[in-house]
């Protein structure tokens, strides 16, 4: 792995065109402008290199010189440890502890159903999952009253978390009701950004068009 790993004088970042887990790595590269290589994997067309790098051959792979990352929590995390600035994360102990619960929920809670969406399911079950994300959503739209990110005046790695998401929501045929109307208003304020606008590939921004 190591020598495969040291060939690489540039960050290279194996990600996928439509997966929400490959995007929100790539919105933390852009938000650091951090130069990289991107390698496009295809689904079930894996390179060879890919499969030596990552036992699991998945996406999205971070490859740093000798150092490989595969999972894209610890490769947000890392980004953006490996480089402080702009601050993605807070930095007293409790607060930083915070961010990374609310990252922890997110998966389970709002990421679970994507992934029950791109496996495949029949009308039943996709409306389903539409009313459980819908519900999750409203209700956390609250929050999105009295600061412009996620619970912050800053925006952090939760909002790179929450941005692939929202932005899939037309994709999986998720309205939201009135009620969530600050998610939409907060949706917008993360489009906006420069950073998420470089993130986007051509297949993410047919999602919307």
């Known amino acids: 792995m190591a020598s495969i790993a040291n060939r690489r004088s540039v960050m290279t970042l194996y990600s996928s065109a439509t997966s929400p ?8 590269l852009a938000e650091k402008n951090i130069t990289y290589e991107i390698q496009n994997v295809e689904a079930g067309d894996c390179p060879e290199d890919l499969a030596e790098l990552n036992p699991y051959n998945t996406v999205p792979t971070l490859v740093d010189r000798d150092l490989v990352l595969f999972d894209s929590r610890i490769i947000m995390e890392y980004l953006d ?12 102990p409790v607060s930083r502890a915070n961010s990374k619960l609310y990252m922890y929920r997110i998966d389970p809670d709002m990421y679970s159903i ?19 994300l819908r519900d999750s959503l409203t209700v956390i739209a609250p929050i999105f009253d009295s600061k ?7 925006f952090t790695l939760i909002d790179c978390y929450m941005a692939p998401l929202l932005w899939r929501l037309p994709k999986y045929g998720v ?4 009620q969530a109307r600050a998610v939409n ?16 590939t051509e297949a993410e921004r047919e999602m919307r068009d």
Request: charged share 30%; net charge negative; proline share 9%.
């Open 114 to 132: 994507i992934d029950q969406f791109e496996a495949g399911c029949d009308s039943r079950t996709a409306t389903k999952l539409r009313k459980e």
């Open 81 to 92: 440890e490996r480089f402080p600035h702009p601050p993605l994360m807070p930095v007293d």
């Open 175 to 178: 309205e939201l009701p009135a």
């Open 21 to 28: 887990y490959s995007h929100r790595a790539r919105i933390v």
């Open 148 to 154: 412009p990110f996620f619970m912050s005046d800053e």
């Open 185 to 200: 208003t907060y949706a917008e304020r993360l489009f906006s950004r420069e950073s998420f606008q470089t993130s986007l």
